[in-house]
């Protein structure tokens, strides 16, 4: 091959990765990584990492205004809502009724349609309780809302939350804030192949190579929040996301080779002397 | 200038003279497009903040959006 063509075939490659995009619920988004708001020194290093991430969605809570010092900076003073889309949460909701107050609040403070809901089952492991989820899924998505949903990484629930009207299956790699890494790939990568809307794994990244698997096993996206926060350089590890998140996009576009069981030289074994 | 008149605000006691809750959430230095506002149990949508009438007794939610995963 020439230089000339060379250079076309590497430009072609490159504008590929750049049209590379996700749409859900009519939003088109090129970055894959969504980042939580939690956990962070000050509202100046949250930011901060935010835009090492390249992440254009972050997540939010939804929590009284402190009425005795309303003058306490707030995080919209920081993460600007027209650059970055807010993803407003029920985080720490345990029942339906619950999740769903707290979306409509979310509506009206400025959030839009889109939301993510996740009803949880007890403290210690903040595993979602399905049937409350389902059951929220439901009703938001009858009032107009676009839930993307956090969930077990179970097929047959992912399926049950599509036909509640889930506009994306967000199940857990982990439990939230363990940071153990995607512990099942075998059932995220079936709720891939039976899902009609995005997939991204939501909670348990600790480090880049978990975001990375998330991305290679075919999610849409991922989803995290302490990883980079209890990061001993947050702005750093949001940078090292970016780049996992996109080398296993990449991987997976790519196409991994096949396993083997046994050894297969790299180099001819014609002409060895 | 109303009489004053006693609120319920995110579970704390509250008095107030303001005569809509547009008004109320200013008084409290808050502006009122970063918020929202559950009154007597029921979302007030934003557009109607300027007009709602406060009343003697009334129960108020304001929320705003924090940092979260």
């Known amino acids: 091959m020439d230089t000339a063509s ?23 988004f090129t970055s894959r990584l969504i980042v939580g708001t939690g956990k962070y020194k000050d509202f100046a290093q949250n930011a901060a990492a935010v835009e090492a991430s390249g992440a254009e969605i972050v997540t939010v809570a939804v929590r009284r205004v402190n009425i005795s010092d309303p ?16 993803l407003p949460n029920t985080a720490g909701c345990f029942t339906a009724e619950d999740a769903i107050r707290t979306m409509r609040l979310a509506r009206e403070a400025g959030g839009w349609d889109l939301v993510k809901l996740e009803v949880l089952g007890e403290a210690k492991t903040l595993y979602p309780n399905m049937v409350e989820t389902i059951r929220a899924c ?3 998505a009858k009032e107009g809302f676009k839930p993307m949903v956090y969930c077990t990484d179970d097929p047959i629930a992912a399926k049950q939350l599509e036909e509640a009207g889930a506009v994306a299956i967000m199940p857990l790699g982990a439990p939230i804030g ?6 099942n790939q075998v059932t995220i990568r ?13 909670a348990g990244v600790g480090t880049a190579s978990d975001a990375a698997v998330a991305l290679e096993l075919g ?13 001993k350089d947050p702005i750093r590890m949001a940078r090292a996301m970016k780049l ?16 083997r069981k046994y050894a297969d030289p790299s180099s001819p074994l014609a002409g060895l002397i | 200038m109303t009489t004053p008149i006693s609120l319920t605000v995110n579970g704390e006691p509250r008095r107030t003279s303001a005569a809509t809750i547009a008004d109320f959430v200013r008084e409290l230095g808050l502006k009122p497009e970063k918020v929202a506002v559950e009154h007597n149990g029921e979302i007030a949508p934003r557009s109607t903040l300027e007009q709602v009438a406060l009343c003697d007794g ?12």
Request: with cysteine; proline share 3%.
């Open chain 1, 138 to 140: 439901e009703v938001l």
């Open chain 1, 190 to 202: 079936l709720i891939v192949e039976g899902a009609n809307v995005p997939v991204l794994v939501d």
């Open chain 1, 219 to 231: 999610c849409d996206g991922v989803l995290m929040n302490t990883a980079i926060a209890e990061a």
């Open chain 1, 178 to 183: 363990s940071g153990l890494g995607i512990q």
């Open chain 1, 71 to 86: 003058s306490q900076p707030v995080l919209m003073d920081y993460i600007d809502p027209k650059k970055i889309t807010y």
């Open chain 1, 244 to 259: 996992a998140v996109e080398a296993g996009r990449e991987a997976y576009l790519a196409g991994r080779m096949g396993r």
């Open chain 1, 6 to 28: 060379r250079m076309t075939e590497m430009q072609t490659i490159s504008t590929d990765s750049a049209d590379d995009t996700w749409e859900v619920a009519g939003h088109r």
């Open chain 2, 58 to 69: 009334d129960q108020l939610e304001i929320v705003h959006f924090v940092g979260g995963g």
